[in-house]
């Protein structure tokens, strides 16, 4: 099997404990919320869950590609690869932190939803899903190869913007006119941009 020069990296032990780490937190959220009641995601978890398999399965068949390869020193791709993960992993801490009991991994509307403005919700309405796809990014940085970023991040996109967009219908039904002037308020995933 051929190893990504990336591996060859001093901080590779750093990498591998910051994909554990990211990894056992959603785990645990998963977990946390298995028992959960009025699910209103309608298997968007499910969907979020094969595109990350998908795409990591996508870039092993083409992670080796010397086409697409960047030639970059290992210290230097790992270190941008942990970075970028570790960006990821912030604004998704800071998205479930500022709202606390209401972050849920299945869309699930309670009776006592309000809508958060604060912090990071101040600018856009579902930075938790954005830190998600940014830690995806920068785990496939370690492959070396321009093309996986691209492949992973485009298979995750559409599973979740098709889970945005149930969400945000559940809590427009909920909150009605509030959560639709909220809207128009803030970016719904990328700040300026969309």
Not at 6 to 17: E, G, K, R, V
Not at 57 to 65: D, H, K
């Amino acid at each position: 099997m051929i190893i990504s020069p990336a591996f060859t990296s001093s901080y590779t032990p750093i990498w591998y404990l910051t994909l554990i780490l990211w990894i056992l937190s959603e785990l645990y959220l998963i977990y946390r919320d298995r028992n959960t009641t009025k699910q209103q995601d309608r298997g968007t978890r499910r969907y979020i869950g094969i595109a990350v398999i998908t795409g990591m399965a996508l870039s092993c068949f083409v992670g080796f590609n010397p086409v697409f390869r960047i030639q970059i020193d290992p210290d230097t791709i790992m270190g941008i690869s942990i970075a970028i993960m570790w960006a990821g992993i912030i604004i998704r801490f800071l998205a479930i932190l500022t709202l606390g009991r209401h972050f849920r991994t299945i869309i699930h509307i309670r009776d006592d939803h309000t809508i958060v403005k604060t912090g990071i919700y101040h600018y856009i309405r579902h930075p938790a899903y954005l830190g998600s796809i940014i830690s995806a990014a920068g785990v496939t940085m370690i492959f070396q190869n321009i093309l996986i970023p691209v492949i992973v991040v485009g298979v995750l996109i559409p599973a979740v913007l098709l889970r945005i967009s149930y969400e945000e219908a559940a809590l427009c039904d909920h909150l009605g006119s509030d959560y639709e002037e909220y809207m128009k308020e803030t970016w719904r995933l990328i700040p300026l941009i969309y």
